[in-house]
């Protein structure tokens, strides 16, 4: 959810899991862990982001060519959902993956996130509003009757 792509997603976990592992610091406590490993997790698609961006700035875009595989790929996908979920920020595609995908109440949330629980419920609250917006049938008019 975070990153839009499963493999590096997969990656992203699987180190999280290995630093936990390998810390000496890794919490005993399963809600204290869980806490513990989404923090690490986070942190390392943050890392990934800051790279990505570096790493945009350095290389010079090549010609794009066409990929039938990657063609298909994207009209499998639906473009509208995609398009409003990557419209979001990384802390509002967090909050809403934590609160609706893994179900975790707004506390826990907060915890996890490791923001006031307040400002948890504002970035929901906006984010799914953000996705009302983008994603309402177009041609409906706003709060319109016809």
Same mark, same amino acid.
């Given at each position: 959810?975070?990153?839009?792509? @499963?493999?590096?997603?997969? /990656? @992203?976990v699987?180190?999280?899991?290995a &630093?936990a ?6 919490? $005993? ?9 989404y923090?690490? @997790?986070t942190n ?11 790493? $945009?700035?350095? *290389? %010079?875009? $090549? ?7 990657? #063609? *298909?790929? =994207? ?7 995609? #398009? =409003? ?6 802390? !509002?595609? %967090?909050? @809403?993956?934590?609160?609706?995908? !893994?179900?975790?109440?707004? &506390? /826990? #949330? $907060?915890?996890?996130m490791? &923001?006031?629980q +307040? #400002? +948890?419920? +504002?970035?929901?609250?906006r ?8 994603? !309402?049938? *177009? ?8």
């Open positions: 959810m975070l990153l839009h792509d @499963i493999d590096i997603a997969e /990656e @992203i699987q180190e999280g899991f &630093r592992w390998a810390s000496p610091g890794t919490p $005993a406590n399963p809600d204290e862990f869980r806490r513990w490993l923090r690490i @997790i390392l698609a943050h890392d990934y982001f800051r790279r990505q961006k570096r790493m $945009a700035a350095l *290389v %010079q875009p $090549a010609s794009s060519r066409l990929d039938p595989v990657a #063609t *298909v790929e =994207a009209r499998s996908v639906d473009e509208t959902l995609m #398009t =409003a979920l990557r419209g979001l920020s990384l802390g !509002e595609r %967090q909050a @809403i993956y934590l609160r609706y995908f !893994e179900d975790q109440s707004f &506390r /826990e #949330t $907060a915890r996890i490791g &923001r006031p +307040v #400002t +948890v419920r +504002v970035l929901v609250h984010a799914l509003g953000k996705l009302r917006q983008r994603l !309402e049938p *177009v041609g409906q008019d706003r709060g319109m009757a016809m």
